[in-house]
């Protein structure tokens, strides 16, 4: 276990040293995804987000969710919406926008009308601010019933920085993988732990960017 720790920390070092002065600048990337996954099945709601709950706890700097009481399910399913709460003509908006922040970057999910919505955070100093929302939009009528589970996710992933910073960022990546990667995951595995609770199949209806390990099930 020590030698392999050692040879990690060794190839973490080598990576970090190749880097030139230039990458010592810091930098960010931002990318928003959103899926729309589709599970056909009459098992009780309960079921499938004491499911979900339980896969993402482990991805979580910080989980918060509600259950929100359905007073008729209807007969197609809810979708999430974009807002963003700072507003494009508010003050602090325009303070943003003379800083350089995207107001993409602000923009949240609302949920209206899901019976489960999932806020969750994940905060790696110097690698990975992510914030994510999930919703369960239950829906019934003559056809088929069931639910479908959206995500949205806003993650920054950040580069460059002192020895320390890139140093750290490369044994993380060895260990959980890139920020997209990790968060691939955390959707993949929330999807099939829904599955196996409930019997469904899970179908991705939609979602940009493709999500590797979903996309055989449209």
Request: charged share 20%; aromatic share 6%.
């Amino acid at each position: 276990m020590k030698n392999s720790l050692k040879a990690l920390a060794l190839a973490a070092v080598v990576g970090v040293g190749m880097a030139s002065a230039a990458e010592a600048q810091n930098r960010s990337r931002s990318y928003q995804a959103y899926a729309v996954i589709d599970l056909q099945t009459d098992a009780p709601k309960a079921r499938l987000i004491d499911a979900a709950e339980r896969a993402l706890s482990g991805y979580a700097s910080d989980l918060n969710t509600s259950r929100p009481i359905a007073v008729q399910t209807p007969e197609r399913p809810g979708r999430f919406k974009l807002e963003n709460p700072l507003g494009e003509n508010s003050r602090l908006g325009a303070l943003a926008a003379l800083g350089g922040v995207s107001a993409q970057s602000f923009m949240i999910a609302t949920c209206d009308g899901a019976v489960w919505v999932a806020n969750l955070t994940r905060s790696i100093s110097g690698s990975q601010q992510m914030r994510a929302t999930l919703c369960l939009f239950p829906y019934a009528n003559d056809q088929r019933q069931g639910y479908h589970l959206n995500l949205f996710v806003n993650d920054t992933a950040e580069s460059g920085g002192g020895l320390s910073q890139r140093f750290g960022r490369a044994v993380a990546g060895r260990l959980v993988g890139t920020p997209q990667e990790f968060t691939e995951r955390m959707l993949k595995d929330t999807v099939f732990a829904m599955e196996g609770a409930s019997g469904a199949s899970a179908v991705l209806i939609e979602g940009e960017p493709e999500i590797p390990g979903l996309a055989w099930k449209r």
